[in-house]
T-cell receptor, first 117, second 114 residues
Framework: EAGVAQSPRYKIIEKRQSVAFWCNPISGHATLYWYQQILGQGPKLLIQFQNNGVVDDSQLPKDRFSAERLKGVDSTLKIQPAKLEDSAVYLC???????????????FGEGSRLTVL | GENVEQHPSTLSVQEGDSAVIKCTYSDSASNYFPWYKQELGKRPQLIIDIRSNVGEKKDQRIAVTLNKTAKHFSLHITETQPEDSAVYFCAASERGTSYGKLTFGQGTILTVHP
């Protein structure tokens, strides 16, 4: 089956500019996550969707970050305006259904690497 | 919220040796503990996981142990091979949430020398 697709793979912007990342999860996966991975650190959850509803966005810097998942499939993550500390890889992941017994694996995309100058 | 500490940050072994990576977690209600492997420039991929009702799980050369009382779990890789070289992340799921809301450790860079 096709994996999680993300684009763009790389993006370089100046601080205070805006950027958007796109994610297409594995077909049929109800749960979608955006993680931020700063160089040398583990992924940090930004937002979790169940279908098209937000389950958790407690760690999303809402003054500059926004995300949506239209029709419960594709998702976009936007940063506006970007700061230097936003330089990171933004990983999208999906899983079949939140809380399903014996299903806990997250399937990650290749990530979108953002450099803010 | 959950806090996961992972040690060591780097680990260097000779091919054929064993490697052990340890993690501790803070939330006693966490019930799911996966390990992900991330090769350079690649996506993280699940290599093994364990649930809180099990103390140990093994899959060929990889094993994970869980001590709920002490709130720590470990990854054991035996007979290491150069292709095991990667960054390994432990993670834990948080209280009251579904599988998937994972808190990750800081990662361990494993280098296996031929």
């Amino acid at each position: 089956e096709a994996g999680v697709a993300q684009s763009p793979r790389y993006k370089i912007i100046e601080k205070r500019q805006s950027v958007a990342f796109w994610c297409n999860p594995i077909s049929g996966h109800a749960t979608l996550y955006w993680y931020q991975q700063i160089l040398g650190q583990g992924p940090k959850l930004l937002i979790q969707f169940q279908n098209n509803g937000v389950v958790d966005d407690s760690q999303l810097p809402k003054d500059r970050f926004s995300a949506e998942r239209l029709k419960g499939v594709d998702s976009t993550l936007k940063i506006q305006p970007a700061k230097l500390e936003d330089s990171a890889v933004y990983l999208c992941a999906s899983s079949p259904r939140s809380g399903t017994p014996n299903t806990g694996e997250l399937f990650f995309g290749e990530g979108s690497r953002l450099t803010v100058l | 919220g959950e806090n996961v500490e992972q040690h060591p940050s780097t680990l260097s072994v000779q091919e054929g040796d064993s490697a052990v990576i340890k993690c501790t977690y803070s939330d006693s209600a966490s019930n799911y503990f996966p390990w992900y492997k991330q090769e350079l420039g690649k996506r993280p991929q699940l290599i093994i996981d364990i649930r809180s009702n099990v103390g140990e799980k093994k899959d060929q050369r990889i094993a994970v142990t869980l001590n709920k009382t002490a709130k720590h779990f470990s990854l054991h890789i035996t007979e290491t091979q150069p292709e095991d070289s990667a960054v390994y992340f432990c993670a834990a799921s948080e209280r009251g949430t579904s599988y998937g809301k994972l808190t990750f450790g800081q990662g361990t860079i494993l280098t296996v020398h031929p």
